[in-house]
């Protein structure tokens, strides 16, 4: 068990394209002090010193991995396979939608995707070791004896358990969290939240409380929406309150390569008398050059501006020109309006999900509009996209639009692993408090009860009479203790209390609780299991062993049952649900401790179909 003070800290924004990865040494008296390292030293990056190590695997025949990262750019391919975007086909709908499209680079299964991300988990977690190792000097104690704390974020569309417990295998098979006995490995934000936290912890914005922002993050493959209100806005201990439910949307930066594929390679198709003289891939190896991720990420900004880009093709003569295909000596011509369409579409479709958060707030009748918009994530960096959100925002007839001010996030590449970490050193400096302090739950959740018998409203239900209290009870009854839309305390935890009959003679303490969920709206939900709208998430199986008689309250059996007279005991615990946006967890509580016993107390079984539902 990891203790409360770790020796390391290290965070991981897993990106569809690129993965960022920092970490700290907490210092023992001002963990917020403590200074945050990004990681740069990327294998095969040269003297680029990269922020980010490109999301990539290169596979050789035999199935064995050839190269990883940036070592990828430079591996003979010949008779072996790239790997690329494979994040995001964790999601199984994202896989049928990619497979129905015909993409041919999507994985054959989720198995297979969780693979390759535990492939590349694998070189990243290698790679974190020795960068820590050698930065620190820590080598001759040990890296198993430390306390290390891996931190992981996931997009805001990861909605459902079932893609986040496959994360989580994922993370353990790549040696996150497993290789020390006090190393531990948990998802704790979704990239939104953390860009929330990283830009209040570290804006040069003076934020006041009360103020409303909201944080865009757009990155490769996703785009996360947070709508925050500032709670406390003094440091060293700001907080924010969650304000309306965590979105997304699939758009990110590698949509817009892939519309500059499609577009170089309608035009060239058009000119049969080329395919003698380019590369069969010329546009795949075009969106990979240097040349075009430059002039993607500088477009809008006014010393780049131009009527157009000229971009080197590689494996094409010096000397090449084809005023048709737009071919100046081995340079292929873009103008400005190309470009200009590859961005445009993507961000109308960000504009649609910004418009439905000002929508709620409309609806809800806030009196106070939005004050910051905040822009982080690789494409979020883009001064095209950040004027055309602007614009878009101060020539808007909404009322909650025209006061925005549209700001781009320090290190906005890198603000959620910053986020993860600064949430972390700020929980252990103030010994609880971590930056979020509220959410707003996604989904409901319910425990299955059994309730007291009344015909008034039980009807064709599973009627009970219980042998101790000869009561009759309705059974598969469903206690929602969160419904869908619910400020949910970060802090404060869910309790369920449970009662339980025990016989003297019955030497079990091990009791079962039946966990539902449902995505519907709070006045839809069922009252019981036998009706549609919720499913089993999980079996949460409580183990009280150890717990003698003299610690539970002894009672009689009803003089109303045939054996009267009887003694029994009540044995009183609680569930405690701790619902985070990317976990779901749980505690057992018995006489007001948290039961550990010699065992593990608390065992999860989660259903498979329940753990598809969105929450």
């Given at each position: ?124 977690y290698a790679h974190v070791k020795s960068t820590v190792e050698l ?372 030497p079990n303490r091990t009791w079962d609780s039946i966990v539902m ?99």
């Amino acid at each position: 068990m990891a203790s409360d003070r770790p020796d390391i800290l290290v965070a991981i924004d897993l990106g569809t394209t690129y993965t960022g990865v920092a970490w700290a040494r907490p210092q023992r008296n001002q963990a917020l002090q403590s200074p945050i390292q990004t990681i740069h030293n990327w294998p095969g990056s040269s003297t680029k010193n990269e922020q980010k190590v490109h999301t990539c695997l290169v596979y050789n025949d035999d199935g064995s991995l050839s190269s990883w990262g940036y070592q990828c750019e430079d591996d003979d391919l010949v008779e072996k396979q790239k790997q690329e975007f494979f994040k995001i086909f964790l999601d199984e709908q994202t896989l049928v939608d990619a497979h129905r499209e015909g993409i041919g680079q999507a994985p054959a299964s989720v198995q297979d995707a969780q693979k390759l991300i535990s492939d590349f988990l694998r070189e990243i977690y290698a790679h974190v070791k020795s960068t820590v190792e050698l930065h620190t000097g820590i080598g001759h104690v040990g890296w198993q004896a430390l306390t290390v704390e891996f931190i992981f974020s996931v997009p805001t569309t990861w909605r459902n358990q079932e893609i986040i417990n496959a994360f989580k295998k994922c993370i353990r098979d790549a040696g996150f969290g497993v290789e020390g006995q006090c190393h531990t490995a948990t998802v704790e934000l979704t990239e939104s939240e953390a860009a929330a936290v990283g830009t209040i912890k570290n804006s040069t914005v003076a934020f006041q409380t009360g103020d409303i922002f909201l944080t865009v993050d757009a990155g490769g493959g996703t785009t996360d929406l947070a709508l925050m209100q500032v709670v406390q806005a003094r440091e060293p201990f700001p907080s924010l309150a969650q304000l309306n439910q965590v979105d997304g949307i699939g758009i990110g930066s590698t949509l817009i390569d892939q519309a500059f594929v499609s577009m170089v390679n309608s035009r060239l198709s058009q000119f049969p008398d080329l395919a003698q003289t380019l590369p069969p891939d010329c546009a795949e190896r075009l969106v990979k050059s240097e040349r075009y991720r430059t002039t993607k990420h500088k477009f809008g900004e006014r010393v780049y501006q131009s009527n157009c880009y000229k971009l080197n093709l590689d494996g094409v003569p010096f000397n090449l020109n084809h005023s048709g295909a737009k071919i100046e000596l081995g340079r292929i011509v873009i103008s400005w309006e190309e470009m200009q369409s590859l961005f445009d579409p993507h961000i109308q479709s960000i504009m649609e999900k910004i418009h439905e958060q000002l929508n709620w707030m409309q609806n809800k009748g806030f009196h106070q509009p939005v004050n910051y918009m905040i822009l982080s994530g690789g494409l979020g960096s883009s001064k095209y996209v950040r004027d055309r959100i602007d614009h878009e925002m101060m020539t808007s007839s909404h009322p909650y639009a025209q006061r925005v001010k549209v700001l781009q996030a320090p290190d906005p590449q890198l603000v959620v692993v910053k986020g993860l970490l600064l949430d972390r050193l700020q929980k252990l400096d103030s010994g609880i408090a971590p930056v979020i302090v509220s959410r707003v739950a996604r989904a409901s959740y319910g425990v299955v009860c059994k309730t007291k018998y009344n015909p008034a409203i039980h009807f064709d239900e599973e009627i009970k009479t219980d042998q101790y209290d000869g009561e009759q009870y309705a059974m598969g009854q469903i206690d929602w203790i969160i419904k869908k839309g619910d400020p949910v305390s970060t802090n404060v935890p869910i309790t369920t209390n449970y009662t339980k009959k025990v016989d003297p003679k019955d030497p079990n303490r091990t009791w079962d609780s039946i966990v539902m969920i449902s995505d519907l709206d709070r006045e839809l939900l069922p009252h019981k299991v036998s009706q549609e709208g919720a499913k089993q998430l999980c079996v949460v199986k409580s183990d009280l062993t150890g717990v003698s008689h003299s610690e539970m309250t002894m009672k009689r059996k009803s003089k109303r049952l045939l054996f009267h007279g009887k003694k029994f005991y009540i044995c009183s615990f609680e569930v405690r649900a701790i619902i985070a946006p990317a976990e779901l967890r749980f505690e057992l509580w018995f006489a007001g401790q948290k039961f550990s016993g010699n065992h593990e107390p608390i065992k999860i079984m989660w259903d498979a179909a329940g753990s598809k539902v969105s929450g």
